[in-house]
């Protein structure tokens, strides 16, 4: 069964109980919070109380996307927040088999995101060490940008790779119905999905990709 993580990023903060419960009745299995340093990336954000806030109401396990450098400073941080999942990227941090250890060590699962543009050579090592692994198929920093192709032989190969390492392997940027059923046979199993989600009723769309992939 294909696991859906709606992208906090994308959701109506106005309203964000509303949107939130929304997407938990719908059947979503993680909630993906994107984090953003105005440095690693272009952008800023989740606010750290957009996580408390969540925690008020529900317990639902938080995966999060750690776009910031030097991640290895604020694990400790975003495990007491109630993350999950923490995915950091390997082209921000200097010792990324450390952060990977220390994000075990504090009980949570480690994972790694990669750039677009990064392969999974310079990865390989530390793939044994990962519970998660994060293929962008956007260039990170922005919701509703335009799906890269060029991920895809990447993507394949990583699926390839978790049937050994056994790592869930995830895909995030413009990810719809269409893609999850592209992408689901090549071994990815987790799907952080924005835009997509926000555009129509969630609670038919994650049931639609349910059935479909199941
Ligand atoms: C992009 C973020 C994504 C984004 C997904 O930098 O990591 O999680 O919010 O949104 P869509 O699905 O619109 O690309
Ligand atoms: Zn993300």
Not at 177 to 189: D, N, Q, T, Y
């Amino acid at each position: 069964m294909v696991k859906i993580h709606p992208s906090i990023l994308c959701a109506d903060h106005g309203n964000l109980e509303a949107d939130v419960k929304r997407l938990i009745d719908a059947g979503a299995d993680y909630l993906h919070m994107d984090v953003m340093d105005g440095d690693f990336v272009p952008n800023f954000g989740l606010g750290t109380e957009v996580f408390s806030c969540i925690k008020n109401y529900t317990d639902i396990p938080l995966d999060v996307h750690l776009m910031i450098r030097n991640p290895s400073k604020h694990i400790r941080f975003f495990r007491k927040l109630g993350a999950e999942i923490i995915t950091v990227h390997p082209e921000a941090d200097t010792h990324i088999a450390g952060t990977l250890a220390l994000i075990k060590e504090l009980g949570a699962v480690p994972g790694i995101a990669l750039n677009p543009g990064t392969s999974v050579e310079t990865v390989k090592e530390v793939l044994p060490l990962c519970g998660h692994v994060l293929a962008m198929t956007v260039n990170p920093g922005f919701y509703g940008q335009e799906f890269l192709e060029f991920t895809v032989g990447k993507i394949e190969i990583l699926g390839e790779l978790s049937k050994k390492y056994g790592y869930s392997l995830c895909v995030d940027g413009n990810i719809n119905a269409e893609r999850v059923k592209r992408l689901h046979p090549m071994g990815v199993s987790n799907f952080v999905i924005g835009t997509a989600l926000f555009k129509e009723e969630p609670v038919e769309l994650i049931r639609r990709i349910k059935e479909e992939n199941s």
